[in-house]
């Protein structure tokens, strides 16, 4: 019987990162994360300043992503363990951006709760939530990648 999880000591590469543990965070870390980006994209709100900082944070994680998606996707890392510890490092870093991200997203959606564009504020709320999931995503990541790495 086929496991789900990639064997201790192995990073998986082709096909097989999308049915290994964490690897198969990569599409859903994409998706909610490129929903934060055009969210937030598509919103107009005086205080730009965190808003800039959601969009870097969004922006960076999603081109990183997709290029870490590709190097493992195409078996760049040669099952290397210097590999296991730089998804770590990186997922643990992202996971970090992202709360930020998220607080000061949801601290200025709390603040523009009574503007008179109602639709900007709904879209500031569904990228909140859209970030949070992403933050969630990053982080159980970075949980699962920690334990690859500590098993090789």
């Keep these: 019987m086929a496991s789900n999880t990639a064997t201790m000591g192995n990073l998986p590469s082709g096909i097989g990162i999308c049915t290994t543990i964490p690897d198969i965070f990569y599409v859903p870390e994409l998706i909610f ?16 300043n965190p808003q800039g900082w959601v969009m870097f944070v969004s922006v960076f ?7 870490w998606l590709v190097v493992f996707a195409c078996g ?9 510890a730089a998804d770590f490092a990186y997922h643990s870093i992202a996971a970090f951006f992202y709360l930020s991200a998220s607080v000061a997203l949801a601290k ?4 523009m709760k009574d503007n008179p564009n109602f639709q900007n504020y709904q879209l500031d709320i569904s990228a909140v939530v859209f970030s949070y999931v992403a933050t969630f995503l990053y982080f159980i990541h970075t949980i699962l ?8």
């Design 108 to 111: 200025v959606t709390i603040e």
């Design 145 to 152: 990648s920690a334990i690859r790495w500590k098993s090789f």
């Design 76 to 84: 760049g890392h040669h099952n290397k363990g210097s590999w296991a």
């Design 61 to 67: 994680c999603f081109i990183m992503t997709f290029i």
């Design 33 to 48: 994360g490129g929903l934060v980006w055009i969210l937030v994209a598509c919103t107009l709100v005086v205080p730009s």
